[in-house]
């Protein structure tokens, strides 16, 4: 079995390329889990971020400050009566969450956390990705008419429009992207995740930084229209809490409701991945081409490892500051093992950094390569998912016939602009 | 079991073309009848690129990628003509579409 | 002049438009338990897609007969009721009650106590205009500002409860004067208060004055003219923002106002940017009296002349002050007896309630929540 | 498994795949034109679109899938379920579902149906592999040659996918002037 590992660690090509189902289940496994613990941690996050930025503490009673919380909410909503309308469509109404929940998980498969950390490397697979993650939208719609009532029905409606309009700037703004890709020698461009991380790679520029401010109006163009795209605010008109209740979502409840958030955040961290992979190099550290010198890479493959290490500090700070009161006793040792656990994966992230640093081929080698590309995606995402939760807490929520005219009348027009000064920039280039 | 050769994509794309036929020829919902018309180009556009495979070549996908396009207006154009025909008629019943003129 | 009232097309809810066939209006029950009404105010609304084709209030949800109760009540026993109308604005409403009995009454309240009420009064402006801006800014999705105005507002209401030992309902004055003398240090609680609010302003109007969004969904959004709110009897900041200049604290000054310098913010447009302007400004007027009052507060009585059992002459009277929302007016008939013969709440928020309809025809579902919010309205004054 | 399936290329067209994609592409086609209620049988053709979708996938033709998922599933059924909203569809549910001539159009389709058994029946030697199978890597790229060009040459395609853009907005402009309430 250990043969097995390092044969597969050696290779460098995707499980998908490879033909490798066993790998390539593995791997679908290990993304559902991830995205699924990282959505648990985004609602931690979102609800403690949001709750500071309001001056308040958010969830502190379940669990050391509450990061049991969502775990709590998990186990309610999983034990909460499943409620069907009498009047509902009973088949559409249960089928519903499961479209959005696959199209949300779906496009998963090729998103890449590495050269080969992914499940698949398809040629068309930022197509792929846009068309999987535009059936959502069906999803949305069904559910409000199943729902057989007036405010999911214009919930529905409003999140289909919002949806299918500011696809189409959504798009446009890839295609620029996709565009940069096609400006090397050859000519040719690509449509892959991996190729086009791998064309940042070899033009020595993230995209957002090529043709300045070319690169940068594409993602703040993209920016926009994934929150539109994901029903966030300030676009979160389908479920304006103050106007229409829940939206789409009013007569679900219990674990189906659950299904809903699911692939609400799933799709948020997928579209976070999409303008990572898009225009800040993908799994890359910050400087590749500029400090490549052995020591650099040892430095940044340091990161990691410090990361889990600031993330003890923090929980040990938490620890020592929590009252001495003993109501707190319990939550204290909770904390204090959390602390721990991280501290310990710090220190495991910290010794492999340090044993791959001189043997390229070694077990550990290949290992920290793999933590170094997932550890700069994942920190690249969450800081879209951050600037999410910042929009959320900073912003009023726009009109319906004011978010149709931006998408519209302003992104649409300045995407195709982009592109086309794009092209025009890439030809007189080249 | 038998290696999959492109009669028996062919035999799929018939068997959606049949269906698609008698949708368009038996329902009485519009709506029901635009769907069947894009199950017919769905078949049509299964045989072409099965036949590009095939011929190796691929100029049958190209085909295949215009007519997704032709679907695309022709759901436009079609679903516009529904709707501006039940503003004025309130029914999507083709069996009620019987004047050239209203 | 069209006449707004005369002119409203009649609302009919049972037959659908035949204008076009397509058309297919929506009846849609916004409340009574709907997250963006303030309450139980359930509003029928008629739409065609999402553009609201009118409008119709169903009140009567939070309806516990205070007027009645007030026939059965002597006239001290009736005060704590109208502190549960508005009852985030409850010092305002006894102000105007004690205030209407001492005038039937014919005493005068000693100008230490009319100071203080002065000051309790505009420090309760301030915590209702909080209120209406808290939670009109989350109806439109900003959530933020609803957790800093709650934090600042407790600041008031622990004033309030130092002072009369409640926080909400607070039943601060009695006919004649007020029940209790301020505790040591009101005064430098108070100005704290003021330095501490003072920079608050400016940290609600960062998030919003300026913030495209907020002026995108409130500028032109509920637009009545000042003519449609005279002869709706709208008062209060909606009418000041529609440009007409009309405070009764400047108008028929009771209490110590007249004592004060103060201005009179009014708007232009009479939307609902304007009402947010309005009420901002306000709240740094209030700030204003405040700081004057408690500076120039004079000693002495804080209890008029006033009999053990409290029966007015024989009479009748009309008594009204500008509440946080508008004109609060009292009328009570008095039959020389102990209790009153009839009395009759004239509730801002009922009459400017009727404002909605008006503002909210042609324009879109969100609009709606937006406008309910603006006109501030509380449903146990609505109801009573 | 034929040659030609087996150039070069990871084996991802296995016969069960193809059996049951097949198997849901018709099955719920036969769903689209049975099913009363509108929205049932609009989510039984994204079924449809989907499996056929997959086939072009075993087909060595990912830009054609990735298309028809953007395209169809993404885009048509949207406007559809849309329309099936907008449309009163509760009345129409609870009518007939059938059309006065449906006999005359079911033996038509049986017609059709015989026609097509009988041609493949007879034509079974006509489908053959003629060719190698062009290889998934390159697909787009080759498509997007045969449509754009290279090299400032026109390709094979370009006039026809202008033509086609220009259908695209006669479409558009069609739906709108359509659909407004007064004209």
Redesign the interface.
């Known amino acids: 079995m250990p043969n097995f590992i390092m044969s597969y660690l050696g290779s460098t090509v995707t499980p998908g390329?490879?033909?490798n189902q066993f790998w390539a289940l593995i791997y679908v496994l290990i993304i559902f889990a991830g995205v699924s613990v990282a959505v648990i941690a985004m609602n931690w996050i979102e609800r403690k971020a949001l709750a500071h930025f309001q001056v308040r503490l958010g969830p502190m009673r379940v669990g050391p400050h509450g990061l049991l919380q969502p775990i709590a909410d998990a186990v309610k909503l999983m034990l909460k009566e499943d409620i069907i309308p009498a009047e509902a469509?009973q088949?559409?109404f249960w089928?519903a969450p499961l479209i959005g929940l696959l199209a949300a998980f779906t496009v998963y498969t090729v998103i890449p956390f590495g050269p080969s950390q992914a499940v698949s490397d398809?040629?068309?697979g930022i197509?792929?990705m846009?068309?999987?993650s535009?059936?959502g939208?069906?999803g949305v719609?069904?559910a409000g008419?199943?729902s057989n009532s007036h405010y999911p029905?214009i919930g529905?409606?409003r999140s289909?429009a919002q949806m299918?309009s500011y696809?189409v700037a959504m798009g446009l703004a890839v295609v620029s992207a996709i565009l940069m890709t096609s400006m090397n020698a050859s000519?040719?461009g690509t449509?892959s995740m991996i190729g086009i991380v791998q064309a940042q790679q070899q033009q020595g520029v993230w995209f957002i930084f090529k043709f300045f401010p070319l690169g940068l109006l594409a993602l703040i163009i993209f920016a926009i229209a994934m929150i539109a795209e994901t029903n966030r605010a300030p676009f979160d008109l389908a479920e304006a809490e103050s106007e229409l209740t829940a939206g789409y979502h009013t007569e679900y409840s219990g674990l189906r409701w659950s299904l809903f958030m699911l692939s609400e955040y799933a799709a948020m961290i997928a579209v976070s991945s999409i303008a990572v992979t898009l225009w800040l190099g993908g799994w890359m550290r910050p400087f590749p081409n500029l400090l490549h010198a052995p020591a650099w890479d040892f430095i940044f493959s340091l990161f990691p490892g410090l990361t889990f290490l600031g993330l003890a500090a923090i929980a040990f700070i938490g620890t020592a500051r929590m009252p001495s009161h003993s109501f707190f006793k319990i939550q204290r040792i909770g904390l204090a093992v959390f602390a721990a656990l991280l501290g310990f994966i710090a220190l495991l992230l910290l010794v492999a950094a340090v044993a791959g640093r001189s043997a390229d081929t070694s077990l550990a080698a290949r290992f920290n390569e793999g933590i170094g590309y997932v550890y700069w995606f994942v920190l690249k995402v969450a800081v879209f998912m951050y600037l999410f939760i910042w929009y959320r807490a900073t912003w009023p929520r726009y009109r319906f016939d004011q978010l149709m005219k931006i998408g519209w009348k302003v992104m649409l027009p300045i995407s195709l602009g982009v592109l086309v000064v794009t092209a025009i920039v890439g030809v007189i280039a080249s | 079991?038998?290696?999959?050769?492109?009669?028996?994509?062919?035999?799929?794309g018939?068997?959606?073309?049949?269906?698609?036929?008698?949708?368009?020829?038996?329902?009485?919902?519009v709506?029901?009848v635009?769907?069947?018309i894009?199950?017919i180009l769905?078949a049509v556009?299964?045989n072409l690129?099965?036949f590009?495979?095939?011929?190796?070549?691929?100029?049958g996908?190209?085909f295949?990628?215009?007519i997704?396009?032709?679907?695309?207006?022709?759901?436009?154009?079609g679903?516009?003509?529904?709707?501006?025909f039940?503003?004025n008629k309130?029914?999507?019943?083709?069996?009620e579409i019987d004047l050239l003129k209203w | 002049m069209n006449d707004p009232i005369t002119s409203r097309a009649n609302l009919d809810l049972d037959t659908p438009d035949k204008t076009?066939l397509?058309?297919?209006e929506l009846i849609i029950n916004m409340g009574p338990q709907h997250p963006a009404t303030h309450g139980v105010l359930r509003v029928i609304l008629k739409l065609d897609g999402e553009k609201v084709l009118g409008t119709e209030c169903v009140i009567g949800y939070l309806h516990r007969g205070v007027e009645k109760i007030a026939e059965n009540r002597t006239y001290t026993m009736f005060a704590p009721y109208v502190d549960r109308m508005d009852y985030v604005a409850a010092v305002s409403n006894g102000l105007g009650y004690c205030e209407a009995v001492e005038k039937l009454m014919n005493v005068e309240a000693p100008p230490r106590a009319k100071y203080i009420r002065v000051i309790l009064t505009e420090l309760q402006r301030i915590a209702s205009h909080q209120i209406w801006l808290g939670t009109h800014a989350l109806d439109i999705g900003a959530m933020t500002p609803l957790f800093y105005t709650f934090r600042d507002r407790e600041e008031i209401l622990k004033i309030f409860e130092k002072y009369c030992g409640a926080r909400l309902t607070t039943h601060a004055f009695r006919i004649g004067g007020c029940q209790y003398e301020t505790y040591a240090g009101f005064e430098k609680d108070v100005k704290n208060f003021l330095a501490f609010f003072a920079p608050k302003i400016d940290e609600y109007e960062a998030l919003l004055t300026t913030n495209r969004i907020w002026v995108e969904r409130t500028r032109n959004v509920g637009v009545i003219s000042a003519a449609d709110c005279v002869a709706l009897g709208v008062t209060g900041p909606v009418l000041r923002a529609s440009g007409v200049q009309w405070d009764l604290r400047k108008a028929q000054p009771y209490a110590a106002y007249a004592e004060f310098d103060f201005e009179i913010p009014t708007g232009t447009n009479g939307d609902t940017y304007d009402r947010y302007l309005v009420r901002m400004e306000e709240m740094r007027q209030s700030m204003r009296i405040i700081e004057q009052a408690v500076n120039g507060i004079p000693e002495g009585p804080i209890m008029g002349k006033v009999p053990k059992v409290i029966k007015p002459p024989v009479g009748e009277i009309y008594h009204s002050i500008e509440a946080p929302k508008g004109e609060l007016g009292y009328f009570i008939v008095s039959d020389g007896s102990t209790q009153p013969y009839r009395l009759r709440v004239r509730p801002p928020s009922f009459v400017n309630l009727q404002a909605l309809d008006i503002m909210v025809r042609g324009l879109l579902v969100a609009d709606v929540v937006a406008v309910i919010g603006t006109i501030d309205i509380v449903l146990g004054e609505v109801d009573r | 498994?034929?040659p030609?399936?087996n150039s070069g290329m990871?084996?991802?067209?296995t016969?069960?795949f193809?059996y049951v994609l097949?198997g849901m592409?018709?099955i719920s086609?036969?769903l689209?034109?049975t099913l009363r209620?509108?929205?049932?049988?609009?989510?039984a053709?994204?079924v449809?679109?989907l499996s056929?979708a997959s086939?072009?996938l075993?087909?060595?033709?990912?830009?054609?899938?990735?298309?028809?998922?953007?395209?169809?599933?993404?885009?048509?059924?949207?406007?559809?379920?849309?329309?099936?909203?907008?449309?009163?569809?509760e009345r129409?549910s609870k009518?007939?579902?059938?059309?006065?001539?449906?006999p005359?159009?079911?033996a038509?389709?049986c017609a059709?149906?015989v026609l097509?058994?009988s041609a493949?029946v007879k034509g079974?030697a006509l489908?053959?592999?003629?060719?190698?199978?062009?290889p998934?890597?390159s697909?787009?790229?080759?498509?997007a040659t045969?449509?754009y060009g290279e090299?400032g040459r026109m390709g094979q395609?370009t006039f026809?996918?202008e033509i086609?853009s220009l259908?695209?907005l006669?479409?558009?402009l069609?739906?709108?002037?359509?659909?407004k309430?007064k004209i």
């Open positions: 390329e490879a033909g469509d088949f559409v089928v398809m040629n068309i197509l792929f846009l068309g999987v535009s059936l939208v069906l719609v069904v008419w199943a029905l529905a409606l289909s299918v696809e000519g040719t449509l | 079991m038998a290696p999959i050769t492109t009669l028996h994509y062919l035999v799929v018939a068997a959606l073309f049949v269906l698609g036929v008698v949708g368009v020829l038996i329902r009485r919902n709506v029901i635009l769907m069947s894009e199950l769905n556009n299964l690129v099965a590009s495979r095939m011929w190796g070549n691929l100029h996908q190209v295949a990628i215009f997704i396009v032709d679907a695309a207006a022709e759901a436009a154009v679903l516009g003509i529904l709707i501006a039940f503003r309130e029914t999507v019943n083709v069996d | 076009y397509d058309s297919n | 498994m034929n030609g399936m990871a084996p991802v067209a016969p069960w193809f097949a592409a018709v086609g036969g689209v034109i209620n509108a929205v049932h049988a609009a989510l053709l994204i449809t679109l056929v086939l072009y075993m087909l060595y033709a990912p830009f054609v899938t990735g298309v028809q998922i953007v395209v169809y599933a993404g885009g048509i059924m949207v406007l559809f379920l849309f329309v099936i909203m907008l449309v009163n569809i129409s009518e007939h579902r059938f059309n006065r001539i449906w005359a159009g079911l038509a389709a059709l149906l097509f058994v493949f079974k489908f053959t592999d003629r060719g190698m199978p062009l998934e890597s697909n787009t790229q080759q498509i045969m449509l090299a395609y026809a996918f086609a259908l695209l006669v479409a558009i069609g739906a709108v002037i359509m659909t309430k």
